[in-house]
């Protein structure tokens, strides 16, 4: 597993600092041999896909990420929209033409 978090400023006495971290447990990656050389040609077209180049992180869009509320959206598998929030003050979240106050969720888009 790996963790980076980022952050730069100067804290300040008092200040609140957040990080959200998401945990999605998947089957471990491998990209497609273009070679017998390990270390030749592994570019992210060696990979079946960007999901599977990115350990699915490139299907997570931040919508919110705040000290009061984080939203985020997820399309972890082609076509299966879904997003779960934190939301502990219970303040609106604007979501899909609903207002939801719960203090965390999910929420999976219906099928067409």
Do not use: C
Not at 13 to 24: E, I, N
Not at 53 to 61: Q, R
Not at 87 to 112: E, T, W
């Amino acid at each position: 597993m790996h963790t980076l978090v980022t952050w730069e400023g100067t804290p300040s006495a008092g200040q609140s600092m957040v990080f959200t971290s998401l945990y999605y447990p998947h089957l471990p990656y491998r990209p497609d041999k273009v070679s017998n050389n390990p270390s030749q040609g592994q570019t992210a077209a060696a990979w079946k896909n960007q999901r599977e180049a990115t350990a699915h992180a490139s299907g997570i869009t931040v919508i919110e990420d705040n000290v009061d509320q984080t939203l985020l959206s997820l399309e972890l598998e082609e076509g299966n929209q879904e997003w779960i929030w934190f939301n502990p003050a219970g303040q609106s979240i604007q979501l899909n033409g609903q207002i939801i106050q719960s203090p965390f969720g999910y929420q999976k888009a219906a099928k067409p």
